[in-house]
């Protein structure tokens, strides 16, 4: 039987007739009753509270901190079901004031800026909404805020899986009392048999975190937990094919192994930049703008881009020490790839291939090429499907010497292909020589994508946001009527949630309702996600500059570190073959 509605209307099919609170039980016009209290609360106190004297209240901290992390990260996933939003935005409300209990890491920071940093490094890997989800929970798990059962009651049982699998994903190392090279490679080949994948990204994302923040320990457990990370979690990460994962954690690991040679080999590195902007950034920037003018170019596709990297400073001292190279031999220091996506047609891959040729006559016009450096894979596929342009081109200007400058040139759809085949390639490169066992392993990859395609497809049913929904995402998770407008009643739900004072939320309606009717439009609530954004920005800057400040004032404090002589190069020669071949 249907309630009476007291004033006639056409009920929308998902709205309930009347509002409900979280234990079901039935309110009569809770709206007007909560509005006359905010009114009550407005005659005494006024108008006069700012946005930022808001944002020291409990209530509209906790919001605005819920709103800025729910946006960054969607922002990162890019393409999201609405499901994920939902278990997205659950698992960030569970969290925050959960985390704000906690007390700060060892290393200083507040246990919410660790959470969110480790869910980024997951978004940026394009992770799903569960391994996110798990990966904001995880910090509270560890600290027994709350546990797994209470995460699979509340959140979902695929979050509570994920981390119940990290947690055991992170004992592995424990299994071996000695970690050689025997006992690494059977751990890596261990993890990737018998564990989720996700969750061995979860985990070694958590490595990552750690490695970044290991000034706080003692000389020896830094460099007991760089061996680790060194010989088990780096080709791991290569071996999921998260390739910047793993050469950060090896230059990490490097860094806290052998500081001397790190800081000889990355002066030497810097040595080949100009001025204050990065010598690859101003060979992308060059390339990219000739790429953009060039008509015949323009025709072929709709859109190019470049990216440039550094050779990591691992690979550099590799091949400077277990190679026997001198540094002008160590061509490839610079590299830029370009991705290009060719226009729709039904002769799109031919038309790719041509705009691939196409840019590399641009490359000609700009460098000198070094023809035996030259490398067809489009014309010659390599045996696992690779195709790809490489050259290597001479960057010397002014009389001034430069290493060679490595450069691939690929179409969008042979980049996604390359990355799914370095999947299978980095087996061999993690430890798995038997090609039998590489090939198992390869399967189980094969039939998980298979599987992760599958559930895209499932998800495409359901409906993906579109580019314009994105935008109001979670102005639609707290508008929970469905009517078009957050009222006082949601507003207060969702600072109950975040552990914060209902009448909080009094504050921060009267502070948003620009035309005060009691209630939040979309255009009302998108001016404060602008506000939160802006602020956010603000904190982020001033960490950037922070990092860059710490890092100039102390240039003449090592600066004498960097004269690192030739006996003590030699002596670590040695040492660093021997874990290179880990």
Same mark, same amino acid.
């Given at each position: 039987?249907?309630?009476?509605l007291?004033?006639p209307?056409?009920?929308?099919p998902?709205?309930?007739?009347?509002?409900r609170?979280?234990?079901?039980?039935?309110?009569?016009?809770?709206?007007?009753?909560?509005?006359?209290?905010?009114?009550?609360?407005?005659?005494r106190?006024?108008?006069?509270?700012?946005?930022s004297?808001?944002?020291?209240?409990?209530?509209?901290?906790?919001?605005?901190?819920?709103?800025g992390?729910?946006?960054?990260?969607?922002?990162?996933?890019?393409?999201?079901?609405?499901?994920?939003?939902?278990?997205?935005?659950?698992?960030?409300?569970?969290?925050?004031?959960?985390?704000h209990?906690l007390?700060?890491?060892?290393d200083?920071?507040?246990?919410?800026?660790?959470?969110?940093?480790?869910?980024?490094?997951?978004a940026?890997?394009q992770?799903?909404?569960e391994?996110?989800?798990?990966?904001?929970?995880?910090p509270?798990?560890?600290?027994?805020s709350?546990?797994?059962?209470?995460?699979?009651?509340?959140?979902?049982?695929?979050?509570?899986?994920?981390?119940?699998?990290?947690?055991?994903v992170?004992?592995?190392?424990?299994?071996?009392?000695v970690?050689?090279?025997?006992s690494?490679?059977?751990?890596?080949?261990?993890?990737?048999?018998?564990?989720?994948?996700?969750?061995?990204?979860?985990?070694?994302?958590?490595?990552?975190?750690?490695?970044?923040h290991l000034?706080?320990?003692?000389?020896?457990? #830094?460099? $007991?937990? &760089? +061996?680790? =990370?060194?010989? /088990?979690? *780096?080709?791991?990460?290569?071996?999921?094919?998260?390739?910047?994962?793993?050469?950060?954690?090896?230059?990490?690991?490097?860094?806290?192994?052998?500081p001397?040679?790190?800081l000889?080999?990355?002066?030497?590195?810097?040595?080949?930049?100009?001025?204050?902007k990065?010598?690859v950034?101003?060979?992308?920037e #060059?390339? $990219?703008? &000739? +790429?953009? =003018?060039?008509? /015949?170019? *323009?025709?072929?596709?709709?859109?190019v881009?470049?990216?440039?990297?550094?050779?990591?400073r691992?690979?550099?001292?590799?091949?400077?020490?277990?190679?026997?190279?001198?540094?002008e031999?160590v061509?490839?220091?610079?590299?830029?790839?370009?991705?290009?996506?060719?226009?729709?047609?039904?002769?799109?891959?031919?038309?790719?291939e041509?705009?691939?040729?196409?840019?590399?006559?641009?490359?000609?016009s700009?460098w000198?090429?070094?023809?035996?450096?030259?490398k067809?894979y489009?014309?010659?596929?390599?045996?696992?499907?690779y195709?790809?342009?490489h050259?290597?081109?001479?960057?010397?200007?002014?009389?001034?010497?430069?290493p060679l400058?490595?450069?691939?040139?690929?179409?969008?759809?042979?980049?996604?292909?390359?990355?799914?085949?370095?999947?299978?390639?980095?087996?061999?490169?993690?430890?798995?020589?038997?090609?039998?066992?590489?090939?198992?392993?390869?399967?189980?990859?094969?039939?998980?994508?298979?599987?992760?395609?599958?559930?895209?497809?499932d998800?495409?049913?359901?409906?993906?946001?579109?580019?314009?929904?994105q935008?109001?995402?979670?102005?639609?998770?707290?508008?929970?009527?469905g009517?078009g407008?957050?009222?006082?009643e949601?507003?207060?739900e969702?600072?109950e949630?975040?552990?914060?004072?209902?009448?909080d939320a009094?504050?921060m309606?009267q502070?948003?309702?620009?035309?005060?009717?009691?209630?939040?439009?979309?255009?009302e609530?998108?001016l404060?996600?602008?506000?939160?954004?802006?602020?956010?920005?603000?904190?982020?800057?001033?960490?950037?500059?922070?990092?860059v400040?710490?890092e100039?004032?102390?240039?003449?404090?090592?600066?004498?570190?960097?004269?690192?002589?030739?006996?003590?190069?030699?002596?670590?020669?040695?040492?660093?073959?021997?874990?290179?071949?880990?």
């Amino acid at each position: 039987m249907e309630l009476y509605l007291p004033h006639p209307h056409h009920r929308l099919p998902h709205q309930d007739p009347i509002p409900r609170t979280l234990d079901h039980t039935v309110r009569i016009f809770p709206f007007t009753l909560t509005l006359r209290k905010c009114n009550q609360r407005s005659r005494r106190h006024g108008f006069s509270k700012t946005r930022s004297f808001l944002l020291e209240q409990t209530g509209g901290k906790m919001v605005v901190e819920l709103v800025g992390a729910f946006n960054e990260l969607t922002e990162r996933m890019g393409m999201l079901s609405s499901s994920g939003s939902h278990l997205l935005f659950k698992a960030l409300k569970l969290s925050i004031p959960l985390l704000h209990a906690l007390p700060l890491t060892p290393d200083g920071r507040s246990s919410l800026s660790r959470a969110l940093s480790i869910s980024l490094l997951l978004a940026d890997l394009q992770m799903d909404a569960e391994v996110i989800s798990a990966g904001i929970l995880r910090p509270v798990v560890e600290a027994r805020s709350i546990s797994i059962l209470d995460v699979r009651n509340q959140i979902g049982s695929g979050t509570a899986h994920l981390l119940h699998e990290s947690l055991r994903v992170m004992k592995v190392p424990s299994k071996v009392d000695v970690l050689d090279d025997d006992s690494a490679t059977a751990l890596r080949k261990f993890c990737l048999t018998y564990y989720d994948m996700r969750a061995v990204i979860l985990d070694l994302v958590l490595r990552l975190d750690v490695m970044r923040h290991l000034d706080y320990m003692p000389r020896y457990q #830094q460099q $007991l937990t &760089s +061996l680790e =990370v060194m010989r /088990l979690h *780096a080709p791991l990460a290569h071996a999921v094919g998260a390739n910047w994962l793993s050469l950060e954690l090896e230059d990490l690991s490097f860094q806290y192994l052998f500081p001397h040679s790190y800081l000889y080999v990355d002066s030497w590195l810097r040595s080949h930049e100009t001025g204050s902007k990065p010598l690859v950034d101003v060979y992308k920037e #060059q390339l $990219l703008r &000739s +790429l953009r =003018v060039d008509p /015949l170019l *323009a025709d072929m596709v709709v859109d190019v881009s470049v990216d440039g990297r550094y050779k990591s400073r691992y690979s550099t001292m590799k091949k400077l020490l277990k190679d026997g190279r001198k540094p002008e031999q160590v061509n490839d220091v610079l590299g830029l790839r370009v991705i290009l996506e060719p226009r729709d047609g039904e002769d799109m891959a031919e038309v790719g291939e041509q705009a691939c040729y196409r840019t590399r006559e641009v490359v000609r016009s700009m460098w000198k090429e070094m023809p035996h450096r030259t490398k067809d894979y489009i014309a010659r596929p390599k045996a696992n499907g690779y195709r790809s342009l490489h050259m290597a081109v001479d960057v010397s200007d002014c009389g001034r010497s430069r290493p060679l400058m490595e450069i691939q040139i690929r179409t969008k759809e042979m980049d996604m292909l390359a990355d799914a085949g370095m999947a299978s390639h980095s087996l061999y490169k993690s430890g798995l020589t038997d090609p039998e066992e590489a090939k198992r392993l390869k399967a189980i990859m094969m039939a998980a994508a298979e599987f992760a395609a599958l559930r895209l497809k499932d998800i495409n049913h359901e409906g993906i946001e579109t580019e314009q929904s994105q935008n109001n995402r979670v102005f639609r998770l707290l508008d929970k009527n469905g009517d078009g407008r957050i009222n006082i009643e949601e507003l207060m739900e969702v600072m109950e949630e975040l552990g914060a004072p209902g009448e909080d939320a009094c504050e921060m309606m009267q502070l948003l309702d620009a035309n005060s009717d009691g209630s939040l439009s979309s255009d009302e609530f998108e001016l404060f996600q602008k506000q939160v954004g802006f602020m956010r920005n603000f904190e982020e800057r001033d960490e950037q500059y922070k990092t860059v400040l710490n890092e100039k004032l102390q240039i003449a404090d090592s600066s004498s570190l960097i004269q690192v002589s030739g006996e003590d190069l030699s002596s670590r020669a040695s040492e660093l073959d021997l874990l290179a071949s880990g």
